[in-house]
């Protein structure tokens, strides 16, 4: 069970917006930044979004996050066939003297 | 360019303890705001973060995992290692590290290939 409630599942068609949710509470996401990972088949999770919003240089800015409160959301916009993936939510956590904490994952299929 | 490679065995018995090494290059550990954590992901499932060790030594770990972990680094050699006691079947898993900067809000912005480790008699 991770701290970090992602729904399972999401799907679109190509060129299509959508989007991801990520729930946690007053000591992860509430009180600390948002991270998204994307893991494509076979290989290891690359940063996605960090701090919230922000996008590391070379990712297409059809991807954004989001924050409010106690959840985040990660958006993908024109979707496209490369987009289908595992996609990741992490927040680091208060407490327990600190540590980091992940959601369960969502499978992006592009129908 | 910044790349980690994780090496270790891939086949642990239970009761034994696992010893994982990330070795790296691209960047220091002796740079402040820098760390090397570790990850975990069996298979078919979610990533869980294991440990995270700093430039300033200070290391934080998971809580359900705590009493089992222990990470280290070796500025000199750019390693990061990382042993794990009593391993189960349960602790199958492919197991990564990963780089993290205060540059990106401490997030992991570059990752190993990943090693996956069987627990197995």
């Known amino acids: 069970q991770s701290v970090l409630t992602q729904p399972p599942s999401a799907s679109g068609t190509p060129g299509q917006r959508v989007t991801i949710s990520c729930s946690g509470s007053?000591?992860?996401?509430?009180?600390?930044?948002v991270y998204w990972y994307q893991q494509l088949p076979g290989t290891a999770p690359k940063l996605l979004i960090y701090?919230?919003?922000q996008r590391p240089s070379g990712v297409p800015d059809r991807f954004s996050g989001s924050k409010s409160g106690t959840s985040a959301s990660l958006a993908i916009s024109g979707l496209r066939s490369e987009d289908e993936a595992d996609y990741y939510c992490?927040?680091?956590?208060?407490?327990?003297?600190?540590?980091?904490?992940f959601g369960g994952g969502t499978k992006l299929t592009v129908l | 360019q910044i790349t980690l490679k994780e090496s270790g065995p891939t086949l642990v018995k239970p009761t034994q303890t696992l010893t994982l090494t990330c070795t790296f290059s691209?960047?220091?550990?002796?740079?402040?705001?820098?760390?090397v954590g570790w990850i975990r992901q069996p298979p078919g499932k979610a990533l869980e973060w294991l440990a995270l060790?700093?430039?300033?030594?200070?290391?934080r770990y998971s809580p359900s995992l705590k009493s089992r972990l222990t990470i280290t680094k070796d500025t000199s050699k750019n390693q990061v290692v990382l042993t794990m006691t009593n391993m189960d079947p349960v602790d199958t898993a492919t197991y990564y590290c990963?780089?993290?900067?205060?540059?990106?809000?401490?997030?992991?912005?570059?990752w190993g290939q990943g090693t996956l480790v069987t627990v197995s008699s």
């Open positions: 992490a927040a680091w956590d208060d407490s327990l003297s600190g540590h980091w904490v």
């Open positions: 007053s000591s992860n996401i509430g009180s600390n930044y």
């Open positions: 990963a780089h993290s900067t205060v540059d990106t809000a401490d997030s992991f912005d570059y």
């Open positions: 701090r919230n919003n």
């Open positions: 691209g960047f220091s550990l002796s740079t402040s705001g820098v760390g």
């Open positions: 060790i700093y430039w300033n030594d200070d290391k």
